[in-house]
């Protein structure tokens, strides 16, 4: 119930397109899921997060889009610029057992110039 | 403010050593919390530190282990090292209180073990 499924687990977008990232999650404990960016011989840099009282957040080319009812939240990259080209992680936070960030598997991002 | 640092960078130990690794949390940050992370298991959640006592902790052997100092920084230390110790560790820092969920990572400690 810990669990937190992301697909796919490669991408590559054409610059100027769009990136989605796509995560599930199980336990309803969970109420902050935040996204990490991590580039080689980097530890994960926090990128954007939601909790679920609010269906989107934005922020610059970055959007979360968030599922209650399905238990599934995304993340957009719009305008994908080479820069972008890193591995992304989404995570889930909650209370009591789940006080932990538990992360998905990883989508490795490659922008082509 | 200066992010989260760890020493060291990098570290080559033997089977059946130990080792131990140290994080300083960012200037105001009391919660400190460490990660496994491996090309086959992912980002894996290790233990939380707060107020110089263990507040969670993950599904890891004993032979993890860590402490809190009074100044919030952390240290983990790991007890007869196997080769599938071989990771980098993370440790990420929060506040724990207004926005405790923001954590934030430092650049990690690469681990071999030979």
């Known amino acids: 119930q810990q669990q937190v499924k992301q697909s796919p687990q490669s991408l590559i977008v054409q610059k100027g397109g769009i990136s989605i990232i796509n995560c599930a999650y199980e336990n309803t404990a969970f109420d902050y899921f935040p996204w990490y960016q991590q580039f080689p011989g980097k530890g994960p840099a926090l990128l954007i997060a939601i909790r679920p009282d609010v269906s989107e957040k934005k922020e610059g080319r970055f959007t979360i889009s968030f599922n209650k009812s399905a238990k599934q939240f995304s993340l957009h990259i719009m305008d994908s610029q080479p820069g972008d080209s890193a591995t992304y992680f989404c995570a889930a936070f909650g209370s009591g057992s789940a006080r932990q960030l538990t992360f998905g598997s990883g989508t490795q991002l490659t922008v082509l110039p | 403010k200066a992010g989260v640092t760890q020493t060291p960078r990098y570290l080559i130990k033997t089977r059946g050593q130990q080792v131990t690794l140290s994080c300083s949390p960012i200037s105001g940050h009391r919660s400190v919390s460490w990660y496994q992370q491996t090309p086959g298991q992912g980002l894996q959640f290790l233990f939380e530190y707060f107020s110089e006592t263990q507040r969670n902790k993950g599904n890891f052997p004993g032979r993890f282990s860590g402490r809190q100092f009074s100044n919030s920084r952390s240290e983990m230390n790991v007890s007869t090292l196997e080769l599938g110790d071989s990771a980098l560790y993370l440790c990420?820092?929060?506040?724990?209180?207004?926005?405790?969920?923001?954590?934030?990572f430092g650049p990690g400690t690469r681990l071999t073990v030979t």
């Open positions: 990420a820092s929060s506040q724990r209180t207004g926005t405790p969920y923001e954590q934030y």
